[in-house]
């Protein structure tokens, strides 16, 4: 079972700041990774697949990047709509699909 | 635009069994690979069980291997999720979400609202 690990566990940030989040895969997962993110009392919205390629109706300020094993989700300019909980997965070898702990973005 | 709206949640005793159901709309639901993923409160998501989309193939963590039977009917648009001998930590908001429609892409980009599983007595 591929194991994902993300950091940090919560990022304070004040609007209009850059975020970055982090995401480690234990073995290479090639670009087979994808970011969601959950909002309280929501379900959980894909962001990115493909490490970089933004889901439909997602918002330029948000970018993918990395590949193999080490992984990135930048949030360019934060926006309040943004503060939620960032889940990385992979897909590259499954089942089972497994995902990271998550990491909370909440405001500075 | 793509619903899945998932039923049959519910308080249940330890030991219990329950069914859970997701009817799916606006897409072509045979071809889909279809989960489903749960998240406790104030946990993190878990896949937990999946399906091919012919429904021949299934796959299951290994918190739940033995107790849950995942299933679909692709004449009604809808997946199962057939629950026994349940445990209190199989508490947990269970979300129906579609896998992808083609191999390697195999990421979840639609999920439904949700249904609350409780287990206790």
């Known amino acids: 079972e591929i194991v994902m690990t993300q950091s940090p566990a919560t990022l304070s940030v004040s609007p209009g700041e850059r975020a970055t989040l982090s995401c480690r895969a234990s073995q290479s997962v090639s670009s087979n990774l994808a970011w969601y993110q959950q909002k309280p009392g929501q379900a959980p919205r894909l962001l990115i697949y493909?490490?970089?390629t933004r889901a439909t109706g997602v918002p330029a300020r948000f970018s993918g990047s990395g590949s193999e094993t080490e992984f990135t989700l930048t949030i360019s300019s934060l926006q309040s709509e943004d503060f939620a909980v960032y889940y990385c997965q992979q897909y590259n070898a499954w089942p089972p699909w497994t995902f990271g702990q998550g990491t909370k973005v909440e405001i500075k | 635009e793509v619903q899945l709206l998932e039923s049959g949640g519910g308080l249940v005793q330890p030991g219990g069994s329950l069914r859970l159901s997701c009817a799916a709309s606006?897409?072509?639901?045979?071809?889909?690979?279809m989960s489903w993923v749960r998240q406790a409160p104030g946990k993190g998501l878990e896949w937990v069980s999946g399906i091919s989309s012919s429904g021949g193939s299934t796959y299951y963590a290994d918190s739940v291997k033995g107790r849950f039977t995942i299933s679909r009917d692709n004449s009604k648009n809808s997946l199962y999720l057939q629950m026994k001998s349940l445990r209190a930590d199989d508490t947990a908001v269970y979300y129906c979400?579609?896998?992808?429609?083609?191999?390697?892409?195999?990421?979840?980009?639609?999920w439904g609202q949700g249904t609350l599983v409780t287990v206790s007595s």
């Open positions: 979400a579609t896998s992808g429609a083609a191999p390697g892409k195999r990421y979840f980009d639609y």
């Open positions: 493909g490490a970089s």
């Open positions: 606006a897409f072509t639901f045979s071809t889909y690979v």
